[in-house]
């Protein structure tokens, strides 16, 4: 067998990286982590949610069913308060994803111990909008990388909506709700509500939730905690990330994300499966993500999915613009890298490279082809 590659991030970086969605709800927190995968079109999604304001719940999935976006991506315009948080930190958004395809199993792992933190607290804890559980699994925790040295729990805290067809969006201070923070050279990352972001009521321990937002199926994936694929999900670890043998999978709600995607799947049991053709362009972090995704050797990606050509127009200066109003930032002070990421330079060069794409709200143009470019999903 192939030596196993060396995890790329340490137990403090993906800590600080997961802080701020750690207690979301499970499904919601799973699209986020699919969705992250995908930064350029994030960024894209969040502009096309602040162009439309009132767009929200199942209404804003319609309105984008025809965007070039994988489906995690057009789940979250049903969120505006989400998107908003996830289109001013882009950095952050690009860091969790390549965590996350690059460890799956130590991103969930590290949910999971800061989620047992804020029950120490007093945090985390049932309310109206959202139940939590602890259980324990029935299989034995999995041993943990040499670079994250933090066993995995043998039980898991499950956040799931109190009402599956409302769901609330947690806002809260890391620095807070955890308590005296692990690692203070990697302090968590804080998402402040936007200015005049409504609440439901008043914070709690420093936890509140935005307005509840009514979906019938925005959430189209679920965690689950408990799954050992090795007897049921016969395929490489390579082509999945390892994902498929370690546990933790996102399994699909097939009848949710038909309806997000207008496909016609009938297969119960799937579990979400990167697609690098909804990468567009935006390098991984490593040769090994490179390599996996079959970035340059084959057309398309792995799936052979076809990507729409990107209009590369002349619009620069436009696109600068975007990525300041967006960022807070010039492109010369992203350039410099972010504070919260001493150790995720390549982030800045990346964020370079969307400056140069000429139609930086994607959407403008993007024509129709949901059946165009299939989601891949593990089979």
Known sequence: PAPVATPAYTAAQIDQWTAPIALYPD????????????????????QWSKDNPKMQGDTAIQAVSGQPWDASVKSLVAFPQLMSLMGENPSWVQ?????????????????????????????LQSTPQQTVTTVKKSAPASASTAATSTPASPTVIKIEPADPQVVYVPTYNPSTVYGTWPNASYPPVYLP???????TNSFVRGFGYSLGVATTYALFSNIDWDDDDEHHHDHDDDHHGGYSHNGDNININVNNFNKITGEHRTDNHQVWQHNPAYRNGVPYANSQLASRYHQTSVPGGLSATRQQTVNRDSQRQAAMAQIQQSTGKTLTQLQHGDAHFPQ?????QQLKQLSQRSNYRGYDSARPHAQQMNNTLAQ
């Open 344 to 348: 995720h330079s390549a982030s800045a």
């Open 27 to 46: 499904a919601l927190l799973s699209q986020i982590l699919m969705a992250s995968t995908y930064p350029a079109s994030v960024i894209q999604a969040a």
């Open 95 to 123: 860091s969790l994803g390549d965590a996350f395809l690059a460890q799956p199993k130590d991103v969930m792992d590290s949910v999971q111990r800061l989620r047992l933190l804020a029950q120490q607290t007093g945090t």
């Open 193 to 199: 509500p936007s200015p005049g972001q409504q609440f």
